[in-house]
């Protein structure tokens, strides 16, 4: 059953959405088009997580969130900034990237020679091309460490920006090269860098290679105690491993049943503390030391199995996963009827919603609303209570 045609309360169907509780979007992509851009500001939606993916869009998405946020970088500004960047390069690219983390070959050094390039791509890309001509379209490959240490800079510059979009992907394959036809009447409007409509090829990138890459942007937001979102198309799996990876030794002990009982008897006589002891802890959590692995993490439009949430939702784990849901991903196809029963198990506090859209504006705030409805149905929400909840949610995955 598809869930835009569920039944529910037919009542909130047809009231007026509440925008004025506040309504975040987890996860898009408005820098993709580059004419959109200027919607934002009318937009009904507060604040958009806005992704950078590759070379060309993290210059895109760091502007735009210093022009349109009049450059109000702080804490107390930033829940009603409209753009919350977030710098990443995603599985799609992660070929373009050498790993030099243990190499210090002249190609991971700069700019590689036409034979360095070459090599770099066979031993990246699956099947290894043998095509020169696919080979020379690619672009000239960047060293991870260049790569990281301007990411850094760009975090640095906005103290609430996330890691993302980072992830894995099995099913991507590389677009072919332009053909002159394409590249003459491509849409200038699009940001350049994606696929843009252009056949594919067969070529893979090396599950490990997208590891390695995810591994070092997943560390760098542990640096910076920064969120992350996460890409994960039939990858989940692989995807756990990795976070197991960076938390073997970090791991939460978990209290044992007197253990709770006594602390929830504690809290509740504490339950008077005041909001500024809150802050505190939510500075803390921003401010603390390095940590090996992301605080918070958001698997965003997640497809994977309900059987899976235990793993990733297991209390022992030292970071707090969320998941995010798109009515254009997650509500459609024959994967509606797995996400439906994913959003009702989930804990009511780990969901968010997104419109994963390449275009800000009117679309964008249809998506948001399209889906906040949907969930609120599957969970049994009034809509002022599910969009009150989504908006908390979203700010404490974002601040902590």
């Known amino acids: 059953m598809d869930g835009r045609n569920m039944p529910g309360n037919e009542h909130d169907k047809v009231s007026e959405f509440p925008w004025e509780l506040g309504v975040y979007d987890a996860h898009c992509h408005p820098t993709d088009t580059i004419s959109s851009i200027s919607d934002i500001p009318r937009m009904k939606a507060t604040t958009l997580t806005a992704m950078a993916t590759r070379a060309e869009d993290q210059g895109l998405v760091f502007q735009i969130a210093k022009d349109l946020n009049n450059e109000k970088l702080t804490v107390q500004d930033a829940e009603m900034d409209r753009v919350l960047p977030c710098f990443g390069w995603h599985p799609w690219f992660s070929h373009i990237i050498i790993d030099d983390q243990e190499s210090s070959s002249e190609a991971a050094q700069g700019v590689p020679d036409p034979e360095s390039k070459r090599t770099h791509y066979q031993k990246v890309l699956t099947p290894a091309p043998e095509d020169e001509d696919f080979i020379s379209c690619l672009p000239d490959p960047k060293p991870l460490s260049q790569f990281i240490s301007e990411t850094r800079e760009r975090l640095l510059s906005f103290p609430n920006a996330l890691v993302g979009e980072v992830?894995?992907?099995?099913?991507?394959?590389?677009?072919?090269?332009?053909?002159?036809?394409?590249?003459?009447?491509?849409?200038?409007?699009?940001?350049?860098?994606?696929?843009?409509?252009?056949?594919?090829?067969?070529?893979?990138?090396?599950?490990?290679?997208?590891?390695?890459?995810?591994?070092?942007?997943?560390?760098?937001?542990?640096?910076?105690?920064?969120?992350?979102?996460?890409?994960?198309?039939?990858?989940?799996?692989?995807?756990?491993?990795?976070?197991?990876?960076?938390?073997?030794?970090?791991?939460?002990?978990?209290?044992?049943?007197?253990?709770?009982?006594?602390?929830?008897?504690?809290?509740?006589?504490?339950?008077?503390?005041?909001?500024?002891?809150?802050?505190?802890?939510?500075?803390?959590?921003?401010?603390?030391?390095?940590l090996p692995y992301?605080?918070?993490?958001?698997?965003?439009?997640?497809?994977?199995?309900?059987?899976?949430?235990?793993?990733?939702?297991?209390?022992?784990?030292?970071?707090?996963?969320?998941?995010?849901?798109s009515s254009v991903i997650n509500f459609s196809g024959p994967s509606s009827q797995k996400v439906i029963a994913v959003i009702r198990a989930l804990p009511e506090d780990r969901v968010l919603i997104e419109s994963d859209l390449h275009a800000a504006g009117q679309q964008m705030d249809d998506l948001l609303e399209e889906v906040a409805r949907q969930i609120c149905e599957l969970r049994g929400w009034s809509l002022q209570q599910g969009v009150q909840r989504l908006a908390d949610n979203w700010k404490r995955f974002v601040f902590g």
């Not at 439009?301 to 059987?307: C, I, N, R």
């Open 167 to 290: 992830g894995l992907d099995r099913a991507f394959r590389l677009p072919k090269a332009w053909t002159q036809p394409e590249a003459e009447n491509r849409n200038g409007q699009i940001t350049p860098g994606s696929r843009e409509g252009r056949k594919l090829s067969p070529y893979r990138v090396h599950m490990e290679h997208q590891k390695a890459i995810l591994k070092a942007q997943l560390r760098l937001a542990g640096e910076l105690r920064r969120p992350v979102s996460v890409h994960s198309v039939q990858a989940h799996g692989a995807v756990f491993d990795v976070f197991k990876e960076l938390w073997s030794g970090h791991e939460r002990r978990v209290p044992s049943r007197r253990e709770r009982r006594r602390r929830l008897s504690v809290e509740g006589a504490h339950a008077e503390s005041d909001a500024e002891d809150e802050q505190v802890r939510k500075s803390l959590k921003r401010e603390g030391p390095p």
């Open 294 to 325: 992301p605080p918070r993490i958001c698997m965003h439009s997640y497809s994977g199995p309900v059987e899976q949430l235990k793993q990733f939702l297991n209390p022992s784990n030292p970071s707090d996963v969320y998941f995010s849901f």
